[in-house]
Antibody
Framework: QLQLQESGPGLVKPSETLSLTCTVS??????????WGWIRQPPGKGLEWIGS???????YYNPSLKSRVTISVDTSKNQFSLKLSSVTAADTAVYYC???????????????WGQGTLVTVSS | QSVLTQPPSVSGAPGQRVTISCTGS?????????VHWYQQLPGTAPKLLIY???NRPSGVPDRFSGSKSGTSASLAITGLQAEDEADYYC????????????FGTGTKVTVL
């Protein structure tokens, strides 16, 4: 059973860089059928897709965050990571990692999800 | 920033049927991209409920059903149960700009 687990600092200072890692267990991150994604949810608000990466390193990002986001993959560790630069209080959120399933005849969706990790931006 | 619009809340008594709409545009749902639905119970991560407009993953009760037409999609819950009280989100793909995954604004379902 595939599982994902987010890890990283729970508190980041304004203007600094938020860094999170997602560890995948129970399956290979190098599978050709999947992308891997980051989604966030500010307290009391809805979901926002941040970006996704393929095991080869191919990425695509939310246009509104693109200038500040970098997603990378380490296939040797079965992990992928998120870096969000120049953070402000508006970046305070629960950050989720998830597997993005792509099926030509049915689109693409996220399943499963990690449990999420709260990152607070505050001095 | 959500490009998929959902009603903020819907409610119903146990046993009733409720529906949640997800309205998009010609660059996402209207362009033919499939819609997927997630259930988020309080304090937990979202869970896939419906994929490919109307398909249920293994383990999801058949009380949940999805449909899509034009630039909109719908999630129906029949035989509403107390355990269905949660937030529900639709998700699709948008081909504007360089292409991106988009979520709906979310709907809180309350069981009266």
């Amino acid at each position: 059973q595939l599982q994902l687990q987010e890890s990283g600092p729970g508190l980041v200072k304004p203007s600094e860089t938020l860094s999170l890692t997602c560890t995948v267990s129970g399956g290979s991150i190098s599978s050709s059928s999947y992308y891997w994604g980051w989604i966030r949810q500010p307290p009391g608000k809805g979901l926002e897709w941040i970006g996704s990466i393929y095991y080869s390193g191919s990425t695509y990002y939310n246009p509104s965050l693109k200038s500040r986001v970098t997603i990378s993959v380490d296939t040797s560790k079965n992990q992928f990571s998120l870096k969000l630069s120049s953070v402000t209080a508006a970046d305070t959120a629960v950050y989720y990692c998830a597997r993005r399933i792509v099926v030509v005849t049915a689109g693409n969706w996220f399943d499963p999800w990690g449990q999420g990790t709260l990152v607070t931006v505050s001095s | 920033q959500s490009v998929l619009t959902q009603p903020p809340s819907v409610s119903g008594a146990p046993g009733q049927r409720v529906t949640i709409s997800c309205t998009g545009s010609s660059s996402n749902i209207g362009a033919g991209y499939d819609v997927h639905w997630y259930q988020q119970l309080p304090g937990t991560a979202p869970k896939l409920l419906i994929y490919g407009n109307s398909n249920r993953p293994s383990g999801v009760p058949d009380r949940f059903s999805g449909s899509k037409s034009g630039t909109s999609a719908s999630l129906a819950i029949t035989g509403l149960q107390a355990e269905d009280e949660a937030d529900y989100y639709c998700q699709s793909y948008d081909s504007s700009l360089s292409g991106w995954d988009v979520f709906g604004t979310g709907t809180k379902v309350t069981v009266l």
